[in-house]
């Protein structure tokens, strides 16, 4: 089994798909997308009504191992979103009292035996926003169930990831990590600060890009 090379974090219109498609176009990785075999709409679903928290965790748990699991067959992938990131949603939702507590342990006791078979990525990056930001961009988009979640939702998802290398590496033996602050949405479009984020990177993957 190979090792998925990347991993990258953060919250709903953080910047995600921009640094992961960066990557791939800069450096040669291979994408693999956040996609999740929702076919009973349980996301949108959820979004109107919280009661849908539950079983919309647990699908997207099992699809985020089973990408996973994919990734880790050869050594080139990236990965948008990822397993570790499920639970701090799932943590949330039991803190806001979606979950019950019954719930809650079904879905840890199915976390803990899924993360038993896991290696872990030569690095994770996480990237941050500031919430201002992040909100500018979710109306901006105007996708119906990011909005209809409304301002308290994500205001909560943001503090649940301010730790969340702190709580990867509790998780699991990853010490590579890099922390991208994309708050300028003029960053794609700066030579500058683009070249600096792929020599950071580049420093984790010396087999890769020496010269």
């Known amino acids: 089994m190979g090792q998925i090379q990347i ?40 979004h109107h009504d919280r009661r849908w928290a539950f079983p919309m965790q647990l699908n997207f748990l099992v699809t ?50 899924l993360l038993k078979n896991t290696k872990s990525p030569r690095l994770l990056i996480l990237v941050q926003c500031p919430f201002d930001e992040i909100m500018r961009r979710i109306r901006a988009r105007g996708r119906e169930d990011e909005i209809a979640a409304g301002e308290s939702y994500w205001r909560a998802l943001y503090d649940a990831y301010t730790p969340f290398i702190e709580f990867v590496k509790s998780e699991m033996d990853m010490p590579n990590c890099l922390v991208l602050d994309l708050a300028d949405p003029k960053f794609i479009h700066t030579p500058s600060a683009v070249d600096k984020f792929l020599g950071d990177v580049r420093v984790f993957f010396p087999e890769r890009f020496s010269s």
């Not at 800069?26 to 959820?46: A, H, I, N």
């Not at 990734?71 to 080139?76: K, P, V, Y």
């Not at 499920?86 to 342990?105: C, W």
């Open 64 to 113: 985020r191992f089973a990408q996973y699991l994919c990734a880790s067959e050869e050594d080139s992938f990236i990965l948008d979103r990822s397993v570790f990131g499920d639970k701090v949603y799932a943590t949330l939702y039991y803190k806001q009292g979606y979950f019950k507590d019954s719930q809650f342990g079904c879905y840890l006791t199915l976390y803990d035996s």
């Open 7 to 46: 991993i990258v974090e953060g919250m709903t219109a953080s910047g995600k798909s921009t640094v992961v498609n960066l990557l791939s176009e800069r450096l040669g990785f291979k994408v693999m997308p956040e996609e999740f075999r929702d076919q009973y709409d349980l996301l949108s679903r959820f």
